[in-house]
């Protein structure tokens, strides 16, 4: 993967947005394009004639060696992802295998709360929907209140089943199309909403707050001795919180904490549910600490505009009591997971990542007052040749960030796809496009482009794409899940009623000319 040695100065600006030239990985293609343009053609000169020909097959074998690499890449990327997938699964396993030999000799309760078998497991997903039976190792906390893993803790278990109104029922329809004499039909489905029902008592919860705010100080300190007493819930809050808290009083002893990043990663064992106190950017940093599954999120609006935190403050007891008892409705959130892959690494499998983002990533100029020159790849298939300010590859729960702002279309949370937003394209004909959740997208910084570009992360983790470096992203199989205060789509709709004021105008009067 070595860089060409052509001028750097040439852009991809050939017909059709670039896509004669879209693919120029290599110096000799660039200089067919160059001996062409230099070289007018005279149609009685035979030997010319010839010699463009040849030359135009040479171009286009050099761009079907750079599509056939792309889609190596692609490939390779998301076999690595599958391989991920499948070694999680398995350790899950032994794990609850593990966990279930060890508690085998528990009281009549423990069983029942306890891991099933793997046949029990499959035989309640396939007739009621997703669940979560786990029993996941704990540790007695110390003065400092770090985990010494000495004991056993059981992390609550719960259900998800689709849920619509009027239906008791928390069957779910798998047949989405049917074939019955030769016609293809959908099959409707049953449940357009997901519902989460404990099946254990919740026991942990995690409390995440904006920084340097009074209000959110003194609402946490309030909910924390609320959860403790009357629920009598373990709690746990970040360092700086908690410093905080014991600063004001020593009450708060009982609260517990983390102290580095492998104590961070193992916070998805312990906590049954997350609440953030904030805006859009605490749900984000939320979903940031959990890399791999996520609890189910709670989030109250304490922040300037939101359109993931549909609970109001004032009445959070009400609020967690309800959902403490569930069941509640959830909308799950999907992520998407990036790798960055630099030029000179020895093989696909060399990446930097996985990054998970919750809103979007994007793929901008930085500083450079160039335009940014980029080829993106979906899947096998050559997109298009970015040049412009940047490009947004945003999850459907960030359509109402910078995509929205970049032009890009607002779009329900469980829709599973990924918007591909330009920025401020040098083009007139350069849409945005809704693309489907199970492809792999991929975007390159060409040998050609003029200047490096910069990926940032959920407005963070900016790195630096230099020429032949490649961003690959795909959907995460961790989705968020957030819990509604009504159901995802009433969420929705109030979001951007009431953040954006959508569609607000005036009534067109009645008492004006009418048809006859």
């Not at 070289?39 to 761009?63: G, N, Y």
């Not at 078998?117 to 400092?144: F, T």
């Not at 609402?219 to 014991?246: F, G, N, T």
């Not at 940031?288 to 109001?312: A, D, I, N, R, Y």
């Amino acid at each position: 993967m070595a860089p060409s040695k052509g001028d750097a100065s040439v852009s991809c600006s050939q017909p059709e947005n670039g896509f004669l030239n879209s693919l120029s990985l290599l110096s000799s293609e660039k200089a067919v394009q160059e001996l062409l343009q230099q070289s007018p053609l005279q149609s009685t000169d035979d030997h010319l004639i010839e010699f463009s020909d040849a030359m135009r097959t040479v171009a286009k074998a050099l761009r079907r060696a750079a599509e056939g690499k792309a889609s190596a890449q692609a490939e390779a990327a998301e076999w690595k992802r599958k391989y991920e997938l499948e070694r999680a699964r398995n350790l899950h396993l032994e794990h609850k295998e593990q966990s279930h030999r060890e508690n085998n000799g528990d009281d009549e309760r423990t069983e029942n709360l306890g891991s099933p078998s793997n046949e029990q497991s499959e035989q309640c997903c396939g007739s009621n929907g997703i669940c979560s039976h786990e029993v996941l190792r704990d540790g007695d906390r110390d003065s400092a209140s770090r985990v010494v893993p000495n004991k056993f803790a059981r992390k609550a278990s719960f259900k998800l089943s689709w849920w619509c109104k009027g239906d008791q029922s928390d069957q779910h329809k798998h047949d989405i199309v049917s074939f019955e004499r030769g016609n293809i039909t959908t099959a409707e489905r049953s449940s357009k909403q997901i519902s989460l029902k404990w099946e254990s008592q919740p026991q942990t919860v995690i409390i995440l707050t904006k920084p340097n705010s009074t209000s959110v100080r003194i609402l946490c300190a309030e909910m924390i001795r609320w959860l403790r007493e009357q629920k009598k819930l373990d709690i746990y809050v970040e360092p700086r919180v908690r410093a905080e808290l014991l600063t004001e009083s020593s009450y708060y002893n009982f609260v517990h904490t983390w102290k580095d990043e492998t104590e961070i990663m193992l916070l998805h064992t312990k906590v049954d549910l997350v609440v953030t106190l904030g805006g859009d950017g605490t749900v984000l940093w939320a979903a940031s600490m959990f890399k791999g599954s996520v609890p189910p999120v709670v989030p109250f609006s304490l922040g300037s505009l939101g359109f993931m935190t549909p609970f109001h403050s004032e009445r959070y007891r009400e609020y967690l009591d309800s959902i403490l008892k569930g069941p509640i409705s959830i909308t799950l959130r999907h992520r998407l997971q990036c790798h960055v892959i630099r030029e000179a690494a020895k093989n696909e499998y060399e990446t930097e990542g996985p990054i998970l983002v919750l809103n979007e990533v994007t793929i901008d100029r930085g500083i450079s007052s160039y335009l940014t020159n980029l080829e993106c790849y979906c899947d096998n298939s050559f997109v298009t040749c970015v040049q412009g300010d940047g490009l947004i590859l945003s999850t459907t729960s960030g359509s109402t960030a910078y995509s929205l702002a970049a032009g890009g279309s607002m779009v329900h949370p469980q829709v599973p796809g990924i918007l591909f937003t330009p920025i401020c394209p040098h083009s007139l004909s350069f849409r945005p496009l809704i693309l489907p959740e199970h492809v792999t997208l991929r975007v390159q910084v060409p040998f050609n482009s003029r200047s490096h570009a910069w990926a940032s992360f959920d407005g963070k983790d900016r790195k630096r794409l230099a020429a032949g470096d490649a961003l690959v992203c795909s959907m995460a199989p961790w989705p968020v899940p957030t819990a509604c205060q009504v159901d995802s789509t009433s969420d929705f709709l109030n979001s951007i009623h009431d953040g954006l004021h959508w569609n607000l105008r005036k009534t067109q009067s009645f008492d004006g000319p009418r048809d006859t």
